[in-house]
Each structure stands twice: as structure tokens, then as C-alpha cells.
């Protein structure tokens, strides 16, 4: 397992701690709710979904989260801005931690960082994400916003190098501290398989080694678009679940200290996993401290009694 001599930080989100050494804090994991595809979802563009099925993913996370050690954070996407506002207004009406919230529409992003300045929610809002492809008119409401924490994503088109992609992490770091921001998560950003998808995983470990900083993958993307699970006698959720699953365990495996795991639906596999893996990370993070004389205070996973 992975020793870094570079100090690791940490940040408190709301009672998570997320960051420092390998094995120190255990794996923090990002659920996502109202995403395009999830079966809970009724209207994109104006924010209906099924309450009752969304209820039942959100206690399953939650429950999964007290039963493993893993802290939850919950993602909220809105593909309006009106669908932003309805989802945040259900989530913190239903959930008292901390949230991520989401959307590739700017004026959505915008109408809910309003919100969570509104309702005095940004003690418990991460923006996601802080990246070189912001226009003027978002940072500008970024910096005049309450929001301290967010997802600095640091990915380019022109980055496929490891070189490249830390001189966009480094630049993103230093813009968004102009912003306020001041707890954040780098994100690497995972290509799907074929486009790119592994270089995240050397850019994880690079950015704990040099940087010292909180990490954050979201691994459900790199089998996306997979069209190998989307063969006639592959193409069925076992399969496509199996690889989700698996690029969760990679990332966690390359002390990525937080994983966005996509849909809910997912928590039980997810947390399960994790959890498991958690196990290998710890004992070998204990045998590794012993020879090198290093104490340090490891999370201790569940195992069976």
C-alpha cells in the first residue's frame, strides 16, 4: 500500500472528514439523485420525480453509511433551474448532510448556488466543479456566493499527459481560492474506456504525493460507454454493475479519498465493496507503518466478529 511523505490535508465537511494518509479516514463515497436514466426520475426539465422511490435509495445510503463507516455525501443534479430548486429543496428537507449539487446547465448552476446562500445551506453545499471552461459570468457569481467548498476539476482536452493535467490542477487550485473557495476535492476527471480512461488513477496518486490534497474520482464513468458490457449477451445489469463495482475499488485502491459512485440505486453494492476493501487497504497500511516506525491512527474497518 501507498506511503506519501508529503503531509496530507484534510478538510471537515460538516462532520466527514475527507483526505490524509492512505487508510487514516475511511473512503468517502458520493451518491448521485436525478440524474437523466434513473428510474425515479419523471421530468428532467422540471424536476418531478417519484418521492416515495427517491426516499427509499436516500435511507438505503444512509443506512448503508451508519452500517459501514463510510460516510454519505449526497449529489443533486438539476438539468434546470427550476428542477435544481426542487431537488435541493427535497434533499435538505429529507437529509442533514452534507450535499453536492451539479448540472450542466449554467443558469442552473447558478439558480442553486442562489439557494443555498438563500437558505443558508452553504456550511453543507459543494459546488461541483470548478474547472477552466467556467465562463466569466460563473465566476463572477461564484465569488460574490457564500460557497466555501467545492470539486476542482482538473481535466482539459489538451491535457493526456500527467504533466499536463497537474499543471490544470495546479492553476484550478489557485483561481478557486479567488472564488472563496476554500475546503476542496480534486478531481482528475475519468475518461470512459478507450478515451483516456487509467491516466486519473496516475494523476490521484500524483496530486496526494506532490500536492498533499483531497482527492475525488467519479470511476462510474469510465464504463459508460463501454460498448464491450453493451454486447447482446452482456448487455444486462449484472454486467454493467460488475464494472461500476470495480472502477469503485480501483480508484479507492489508488487512495482516492472520495468517490462519487453515480446512481443510489447502487448503495448497497457499492458501500459492500468498499467496505471490503477497506479491510485489505487497512492491514496493509498497519504492516507498512510497523516497518517504516510510523504511528499514526488508521480508520478501523468493519470485519466479521
Given at each position: 500500500m501507498f506511503v506519501f511523505k508529503k503531509e496530507q490535508k484534510?478538510?471537515?465537511?460538516?462532520g466527514i472528514t475527507i483526505?490524509?494518509?492512505?487508510?487514516?479516514n475511511p473512503t468517502v463515497l458520493i451518491g448521485g439523485l436525478f440524474f437523466k436514466g434513473q428510474s425515479i426520475v419523471e421530468n428532467t426539465k422540471e424536476g418531478l420525480f417519484d418521492k416515495k422511490a427517491a426516499k427509499d435509495?436516500?435511507?438505503t445510503g444512509i443506512s448503508m453509511a451508519e452500517r459501514t463507516g463510510h460516510p454519505l455525501i449526497v449529489e443533486a443534479y438539476g438539468r434546470s433551474a427550476v428542477a435544481m430548486e426542487r431537488h435541493l429543496s427535497w434533499l435538505v428537507d429529507n437529509y442533514d448532510g452534507p450535499f453536492m449539487y451539479e448540472s450542466s446547465n449554467v443558469s442552473a448552476r447558478k439558480s442553486a448556488t442562489e439557494f443555498c446562500n438563500e437558505a443558508g445551506l452553504t456550511e453543507r453545499a459543494i459546488y461541483n466543479s470548478v474547472n477552466i471552461s467556467m465562463d466569466e459570468a460563473e465566476r463572477a457569481f461564484l465569488k460574490e456566493s457564500s460557497i466555501s467548498m467545492a470539486v476542482l476539476l482538473g481535466w482539459s482536452p489538451k491535457a493526456s499527459s500527467l504533466k499536463d493535467r497537474m499543471e490544470v490542477i495546479e492553476n484550478t487550485v489557485v483561481e478557486a481560492k479567488t472564488f472563496g473557495i476554500e475546503k476542496f476535492l480534486v478531481d482528475p476527471g475519468t475518461m470512459p474506456v478507450g478515451a483516456g480512461y487509467g491516466l486519473e488513477l496516475r494523476t490521484t496518486m500524483a496530486v496526494k504525493s506532490e500536492l498533499g490534497l483531497p482527492t475525488c474520482l467519479a470511476p462510474h464513468n469510465a464504463p459508460s460507454a463501454w460498448k464491450f458490457i453493451r454486447e447482446e449477451d452482456l448487455d444486462?445489469?449484472?454486467?454493467?454493475?460488475?464494472?461500476?463495482?470495480a472502477s469503485i475499488v480501483a480508484a479507492q485502491l489508488f487512495a482516492t479519498d472520495c468517490i462519487m459512485y453515480g446512481s443510489m440505486?447502487?448503495?448497497r453494492e457499492v458501500f459492500t465493496a468498499v467496505a471490503l476493501t477497506q479491510n485489505a487497504i487497512a492491514a496493509s497500511v498497519a504492516e507498512a507503518n510497523q516497518v517504516l516506525g510510523v504511528e499514526k491512527h488508521l480508520?478501523?474497518?468493519i470485519a466479521s466478529e
Amino acid at each position: 500500500m501507498f506511503v506519501f511523505k508529503k503531509e496530507q490535508k484534510s478538510f471537515d465537511i460538516r462532520g466527514i472528514t475527507i483526505g490524509g494518509y492512505p487508510g487514516e479516514n475511511p473512503t468517502v463515497l458520493i451518491g448521485g439523485l436525478f440524474f437523466k436514466g434513473q428510474s425515479i426520475v419523471e421530468n428532467t426539465k422540471e424536476g418531478l420525480f417519484d418521492k416515495k422511490a427517491a426516499k427509499d435509495w436516500l435511507d438505503t445510503g444512509i443506512s448503508m453509511a451508519e452500517r459501514t463507516g463510510h460516510p454519505l455525501i449526497v449529489e443533486a443534479y438539476g438539468r434546470s433551474a427550476v428542477a435544481m430548486e426542487r431537488h435541493l429543496s427535497w434533499l435538505v428537507d429529507n437529509y442533514d448532510g452534507p450535499f453536492m449539487y451539479e448540472s450542466s446547465n449554467v443558469s442552473a448552476r447558478k439558480s442553486a448556488t442562489e439557494f443555498c446562500n438563500e437558505a443558508g445551506l452553504t456550511e453543507r453545499a459543494i459546488y461541483n466543479s470548478v474547472n477552466i471552461s467556467m465562463d466569466e459570468a460563473e465566476r463572477a457569481f461564484l465569488k460574490e456566493s457564500s460557497i466555501s467548498m467545492a470539486v476542482l476539476l482538473g481535466w482539459s482536452p489538451k491535457a493526456s499527459s500527467l504533466k499536463d493535467r497537474m499543471e490544470v490542477i495546479e492553476n484550478t487550485v489557485v483561481e478557486a481560492k479567488t472564488f472563496g473557495i476554500e475546503k476542496f476535492l480534486v478531481d482528475p476527471g475519468t475518461m470512459p474506456v478507450g478515451a483516456g480512461y487509467g491516466l486519473e488513477l496516475r494523476t490521484t496518486m500524483a496530486v496526494k504525493s506532490e500536492l498533499g490534497l483531497p482527492t475525488c474520482l467519479a470511476p462510474h464513468n469510465a464504463p459508460s460507454a463501454w460498448k464491450f458490457i453493451r454486447e447482446e449477451d452482456l448487455d444486462q445489469e449484472e454486467t454493467a454493475s460488475s464494472a461500476v463495482i470495480a472502477s469503485i475499488v480501483a480508484a479507492q485502491l489508488f487512495a482516492t479519498d472520495c468517490i462519487m459512485y453515480g446512481s443510489m440505486r447502487r448503495s448497497r453494492e457499492v458501500f459492500t465493496a468498499v467496505a471490503l476493501t477497506q479491510n485489505a487497504i487497512a492491514a496493509s497500511v498497519a504492516e507498512a507503518n510497523q516497518v517504516l516506525g510510523v504511528e499514526k491512527h488508521l480508520f478501523e474497518p468493519i470485519a466479521s466478529e
